[in-house]
């Protein structure tokens, strides 16, 4: 049964339709002239726009910036000690091998 309704969904029919909506949209968005119709976009609204987008942002708590640092810090700690070790430990083995 669910063969069938997906068959039914992606029907050739379907597909013509959903061509002749666009060529009409198409049609729809150019004005007398035939060129395409200019939306007005605006400074004004970018900076609304902008500004809602702000309102969305999640800003962390200082508890949380502070707590991301300490871990970050951290691991580039664990990381100049390894590359350190490694580094120590090529340096002996070329000192080893070729003098």
Do not use: R
């Not at 666009?22 to 007398?32: G, L």
């Not at 200019?38 to 726009?49: E, H, L, P, R, W």
Request: glycine share 4%; charged share 35%.
């Amino acid at each position: 049964m669910a063969k069938e309704l997906e068959t039914v969904k992606n029907s050739p029919d379907d597909e013509e339709k959903k061509a002749d909506k666009a060529s009409k949209d198409d049609k729809k968005s150019k004005d007398k002239s035939g060129k395409p119709a200019k939306k007005k976009k605006g400074i004004v609204k970018y900076f609304k726009d902008a500004k809602a987008e702000f309102k969305k942002v999640v800003w962390p708590t200082p508890k949380d910036t502070t707590k991301n640092t300490i871990v970050v810090l951290a691991m580039c700690l664990v990381s100049a000690l390894v590359i350190f070790g490694l580094d120590s430990l090529f340096g002996l083995l070329n000192k080893l091998a070729f003098h």
